[in-house]
């Protein structure tokens, strides 16, 4: 039988492909979007870490969700220096939350409270993928709007404290495959991998709505 790590990207990899090229992001890679539309999405990131992140000292001891949290991982400072970079200084005076990211953060801060598995789903739907696709994201938007390589405005995508990004990944994958979960709590771990996906495509299309391109 597959590793935990295997089935659960396997069995993420059709919502991947659906939240990859929703029309947002693609937008955003094709360098199709002015800089306030990055400065909106990355203010939402930051209620989704906020959840996540708040939640993760509490979840350190636990015998589940405890191994993946890691304070080389933390995205929450780099985040606020980005906000504070697009948006000048006072930017938490005009922070807000689509309800799809609400959504998104409320159900976070659920698992965290109610479940470690599902926040070990939210976990590695979000880390992974920044480890991953997100220096994608990182490279386009320094080009797009000409953010300084590694810096102010990408600094969220920047991994400070890990050198080795796929060695990282590599330990992570070995993580979730000692998980301490049964057959059956893993299947619930990977069905809340795919909300997890779901619920980052409902905020890709509300960004839609609100950013559309003047055809
Ligand atoms: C345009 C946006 C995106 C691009 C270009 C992208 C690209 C990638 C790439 C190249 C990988 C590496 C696959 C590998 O290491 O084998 C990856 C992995 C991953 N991505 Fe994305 N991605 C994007 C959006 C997202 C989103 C929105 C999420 C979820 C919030 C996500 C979650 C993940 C996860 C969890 C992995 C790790 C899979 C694994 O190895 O287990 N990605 N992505």
Request: with cysteine.
């Amino acid at each position: 039988m597959d590793s935990f790590s295997t089935l659960i990207r396997t069995a993420s990899h059709e919502q991947h492909t659906e939240a990859e090229t929703t029309t947002f992001m693609s937008d955003l890679l094709g360098g199709r979007l002015g800089v306030e539309a990055y400065a909106r999405y990355t203010e939402q990131l930051w209620f989704v870490y906020e959840a996540l992140e708040s939640a993760a000292p509490g979840l350190a001891g636990d015998p589940v969700a405890g191994p993946f949290v890691q304070p080389e991982l933390m995205r929450l400072t780099a985040l606020e220096r980005d906000l504070a970079h697009l948006r000048g200084e006072g930017w938490r005076s005009t922070l807000t939350a689509l309800p799809a990211t609400e959504a998104y953060a409320a159900r976070v801060a659920e698992c965290a409270r109610t479940w470690p598995g599902g926040y070990v789903a939210h976990h590695y739907t979000r880390y992974l993928g920044d480890l991953s696709g997100g220096q994608i994201i990182r490279d386009r938007a320094e080009r797009t709007w000409g953010f300084a390589r590694k810096g102010d405005g990408v600094r969220f995508y920047v991994f400070e404290d890990i050198a080795n990004p796929a060695a990282f990944k590599r330990g992570y994958r070995e993580l979730l495959d000692r998980v301490r979960a049964d057959d059956l709590e893993k299947q619930r771990i990977i069905a809340e991998c795919k909300r997890a996906f779901a619920l980052n495509t409902s905020v890709f299309r509300a960004l839609g709505e609100e950013f559309p391109l003047s055809a």
